[in-house]
């Protein structure tokens, strides 16, 4: 592993333990250089998966955790939720994703786990990522979506 402080590449795992929600293994490292410690995560990743783009003619790119992170991240700011809360939510997306069989996934289908996902956690961060996913234009489009929130949460 590369340090990030000197960028030499060898360094020493001093302790390793799971992370809070247990979907990854944290790792404290010593750099061999410069003495430096920084800790990793380390993942299990089931398969290669690619994002196909909509739109865009169909192009493909690596599926990225980080995206979905910012993202949920952008529409639960300042919401007073949990980051172990927020992490159990990607990781659960990402499994989701993973055991759907295939290696390449329409970014309509993680947009849409992503919308489930935050709907069960957060009205609000629910209609912020909606907004940006489902592209509203004027503010009628918002007041029709959050209407339909509240309909399904008076149910």
């Known amino acids: ?19 809070e929600d247990a979907t990854s293994i944290r790792r404290r490292r010593q750099c061999e250089s410069c003495g430096a410690r920084f800790t990793t995560f380390e993942r299990v990743q089931l398969r290669e998966l ?6 865009e003619a169909g192009r493909r790119e690596p599926f990225d955790r980080a ?3 910012q993202s949920v991240a ?15 939510l990607v990781s659960g997306i990402q499994r989701q994703i993973e055991t759907l ?14 919308m489930a996902g935050l709907r069960g956690l957060d009205s609000v961060a629910y209609i912020r ?27």
């Open 129 to 155: 990522f909606a907004s940006v996913y489902r592209d509203f234009g004027e503010a009628r489009d918002f007041e029709e979506f959050a209407s339909s929130v509240r309909d399904v949460a008076q149910e």
């Open 1 to 19: 592993m590369r340090c990030p402080f000197c960028a030499h590449d060898n360094s020493q795992v001093k302790d390793s333990r799971p992370s």
């Open 50 to 55: 690619s994002v196909i783009k909509g739109g």
């Open 101 to 114: 069989g295939d290696s390449e996934v329409p970014s309509k289908i993680i947009g849409e786990l992503v």
């Open 74 to 88: 952008l529409a639960c700011r300042k919401r007073g939720i949990a980051q172990e809360r927020l992490d159990q």
């Open 67 to 69: 995206k979905i992170e």
